[in-house]
């Protein structure tokens, strides 16, 4: 992985070269064959995954697990994404209590992934603190838009709601 590519993801944005250079050791390459899920909603979310080739399709279980029993394996597709869009997946699990992750994320075809996992991600942003800043704040910003977009969506569905209960 090249600085010029690593650039392109919105965590690194407002980061020098030798400032990327320092998460270089921390990511690793992963290959996901096409078809398989490398987020799993539910599980524990230890890490960021760059989509580096390939496309990944994000999705999310269309039913709530309510019991133990038979549950409803059905989803909805989210968002397809390739990796000319560079993005990045699981920033939201890393913060969150419990660090679970929020959706299903599908490799759509073959796949090359960077994975930065949470200790060291952490650890990079302690050790450096003006990097750590910037990291940070740049997650917050990737979160807030991804919030917003979330809540646009909610909206649209009590909009939809509404509107067949009303007839």
Not at 26 to 54: P, Q
Request: glycine letters at 6%; a neutral charge; hydrophobic letters at 35%.
């Amino acid at each position: 992985m090249k600085n010029e590519q690593l650039k392109n993801y919105k965590i690194f944005e407002n980061l020098s070269d030798e400032q990327i250079d320092k998460f270089h050791p921390a990511l690793k390459k992963e290959k996901i064959d096409r078809g398989n899920k490398f987020i799993v909603e539910g599980d524990e979310g230890d890490s960021i995954y760059l989509l580096l080739h390939g496309e990944a399709e994000i999705n999310q279980a269309l039913t709530l697990s309510v019991n133990k029993g038979k549950s409803d394996t059905r989803e909805k597709s989210i968002m397809k994404l390739s990796d000319k869009d560079f993005p990045q997946f699981g920033e939201m699990s890393i913060f969150s209590d419990g660090d679970v992750r929020t959706a299903n994320v599908r490799a759509q075809t073959n796949c090359t992934l960077a994975k930065i996992a949470k200790d060291d991600l952490f650890q990079i942003c302690n050790d450096n603190p003006e990097i750590g800043f910037q990291v940070m704040r740049n997650l917050g910003r990737i979160i807030t838009k991804n919030l917003i977009k979330a809540n646009q969506n909610v909206l649209k569905l009590t909009t939809a709601f509404s509107l067949i209960l009303d007839r």
